[in-house]
C-alpha cells in the first residue's frame, strides 16, 4: 500500500527507559514514548501510513518538550532561547520545540519580559554590574533588544553611579599608592561597562586621584 511504512523494530532507550527509538525498514525513524506507542498502535512487525507516523511524532515529541521544559523551569526561570536551545540539543524535533513554547507561553510558564525585570531587578540589588555588563548577559540569553531596553530602564543615572562607587571603593584599596592610581581605576571602571559620564563624575569628586 503506497504510503505505508513497515516498523522493523521498537528499542528501548538506554538512559530513558519510558522512550522507545522506532525503526523503519532498518533505520531509525523517531523517539517516542511508550504512550504514543499504544495509542497508534507502532510494534515491531506493524504498519503504520507516513502521515500517521508523523502525526504520532509531532504529538509525543511536543509533549516531550513540554514535559522536559517544565522540569528544567522547576529549577530556575529560562529565557525561550534558553529552552529550544537546551530541547533542541536533546535531538527533539524543532517544529515540536516550537509547539510546546507556545503552550507554556500561553500558559504563563515562559515570559522574556518577566525573566528580564527579574534578573535586572537582582542585578541592582545586588549593587554588582553595570548595564552596559547587564545588556552583555541578557543578549546571551537570547533577549531581543526591546525586551532588554525596556528592562534596563531600572537603571537610571543616580543607581548605575551607586554601584560604580561600590566598585570604587575596592579600586582605591587595590591600587592605593599606584602613580597610575586614576588610569588605572578609570580602565577598570570601563571595562566594567561604567560610562565615561558616571566615571568622569566619581573621580572628580576624589580628592586622592
Known amino acids: 500500500?503506497?504510503?505505508?511504512?513497515?516498523?522493523?523494530?521498537?528499542?528501548?532507550?538506554?538512559?530513558?527507559k519510558d522512550r522507545y527509538n522506532v525503526f523503519v525498514d532498518g533505520e531509525f525513524a523517531a523517539a517516542l514514548g511508550a504512550e504514543t506507542l499504544?495509542?497508534?498502535?507502532?510494534?515491531?512487525?506493524?504498519?503504520?501510513?507516513?502521515?500517521t507516523l508523523a502525526e504520532a511524532v509531532l504529538r509525543d515529541n511536543t509533549q516531550y518538550a513540554f514535559d522536559s521544559a517544565l522540569t528544567l523551569l522547576s529549577h530556575k526561570m529560562r529565557t525561550r532561547?534558553?529552552?529550544e536551545k537546551r530541547l533542541t540539543d536533546r535531538g527533539i524535533d524543532p517544529g515540536a520545540v516550537d509547539a510546546a513554547m507556545q503552550k507554556l507561553i500561553s500558559y504563563g510558564y515562559v515570559d522574556d519580559e518577566a525573566y528580564a525585570r527579574s534578573f535586572v531587578e537582582s542585578a541592582v540589588l545586588a549593587a554588582k554590574d553595570s548595564p552596559k555588563a547587564v545588556?552583555?548577559?541578557?543578549?546571551?540569553?537570547?533577549?531581543?533588544?526591546?525586551?532588554?531596553?525596556t528592562a534596563l530602564e531600572a537603571?537610571?543615572?543616580?543607581?548605575?553611579k551607586q554601584i560604580a562607587a561600590i566598585h570604587l571603593?575596592?579600586?582605591k584599596k587595590r591600587y592605593a599608592g599606584d602613580d597610575k592610581q586614576r588610569q588605572k581605576t578609570y580602565a577598570a571602571l570601563?571595562?566594567?561597562?561604567?560610562?565615561?559620564?558616571v566615571i568622569s563624575s566619581l573621580l572628580s569628586g576624589e580628592d586622592e586621584f
Open 1 to 16: 500500500m503506497e504510503g505505508m511504512l513497515y516498523i522493523s523494530g521498537v528499542e528501548p532507550q538506554k538512559r530513558k
Open 38 to 51: 499504544v495509542v497508534y498502535g507502532i510494534k515491531a512487525g506493524s504498519e503504520i501510513a507516513e502521515e
Open 81 to 83: 532561547s534558553e529552552l
Open 135 to 149: 545588556r552583555h548577559k541578557l543578549k546571551q540569553k537570547g533577549l531581543d533588544n526591546r525586551v532588554i531596553d
Open 155 to 160: 537603571y537610571d543615572g543616580d543607581v548605575e
Open 169 to 171: 571603593e575596592t579600586l
Open 190 to 197: 570601563s571595562r566594567r561597562g561604567f560610562g565615561y559620564d
